[in-house]
């Protein structure tokens, strides 16, 4: 029984790491691209972009923390920090960043929320963890030049976001696996560990949601469905 139990939390310390070290690999990009545009002088040095230097910053650390506390806690019993926000204006935000990093491939994003002023309740920082994860394998599976669209609504009880682009896609038989941990599709650019979809899966159950993969007839849909009152 002890034995089982110390397997147990080993394996979920190694979980943990592997969780923690994928989520900080894309701030940590960001950061360096800001950095670099610094340097080479391509960005002016403005309290603006230091101001977007330090929250990179600090999103990181949260991630830290929050993988921190959930190893303390040795079960996944972290509270959500929930607040109210535009869903409009957090997707800009993120999305810009990331079509700052080199491998954006002049993707256009279009972001299309209806009401324009639809407000969510999440936890943003696990929220971001989720609009990352899909919009960069969004970026990976997409042509240069080609669209991503970002669709928000809300139907009766749940807030709906859809991740679009129109690239190589999923065939149907692969699914369901790709959400699990360290599972890849045939059709993938590599480089990546076949993680990222399983986060954004586990986050998404946080906020008591779900994330499907939707049929499409060229590229990829992935829709986020989570309840308006989480309360
Ligand atoms: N938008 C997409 N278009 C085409 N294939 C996709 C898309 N998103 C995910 N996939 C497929 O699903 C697999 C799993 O995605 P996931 O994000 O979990 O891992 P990864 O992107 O391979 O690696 P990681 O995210 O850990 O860097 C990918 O390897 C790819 O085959
Ligand atoms: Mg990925």
Redesign the pocket.
């Given at each position: 029984m002890r034995h089982r139990s110390f397997a147990k939390s080993k394996l979920l310390q190694k979980e943990l790491i592997s969780n923690v070290s994928?989520e900080l690999r894309t701030p940590v990009s960001i950061l360096k691209a800001q950095l670099e545009n610094l340097a080479d002088g391509i960005d002016k040095p403005s309290s603006a972009l230091f101001e977007q230097m330090v929250n990179t910053v600090d999103e990181m650390s949260d991630l830290i923390e929050f993988f921190l506390g959930l190893s303390r806690l040795q079960v996944n019993k972290q509270k959500l920090n929930l607040s109210s926000f535009s869903l409009g204006d957090y997707l800009e935000e993120c999305v810009d960043k990331l079509t700052n990093l080199s491998n954006a491939k002049g993707l256009q994003f279009i972001i299309d929320i209806n009401p324009e002023n639809m407000e969510i309740v999440a936890d943003k920082n696990r929220f971001r963890q989720i609009v990352i994860?899909l919009v960069?394998?969004?970026i990976?599976?997409s042509n240069t030049s080609e669209k991503v669209i970002i669709q928000g609504f809300q139907n009766k009880k749940n807030n709906v976001i859809r991740f679009i682009?129109f690239?190589?896609?999923?065939p149907k038989k692969?699914s369901k696996r790709?959400f699990e941990r360290f599972?890849?599709?045939?059709?993938?650019t590599g480089?990546?560990?076949?993680?990222?979809?399983?986060i954004a899966q586990w986050v998404a159950q946080m906020h008591k949601g779900d994330i499907e993969l939707l049929d499409s007839d060229k590229?990829?849909i992935?829709e986020l469905t989570f309840p308006k009152n989480l309360s």
């Open positions: 994928h994860n960069t394998n969004a990976e599976h682009d690239g190589v896609g999923i692969d790709l599972e890849q599709g045939n059709i993938t480089g990546g560990t076949g993680l990222g979809l399983a590229g990829s992935f």
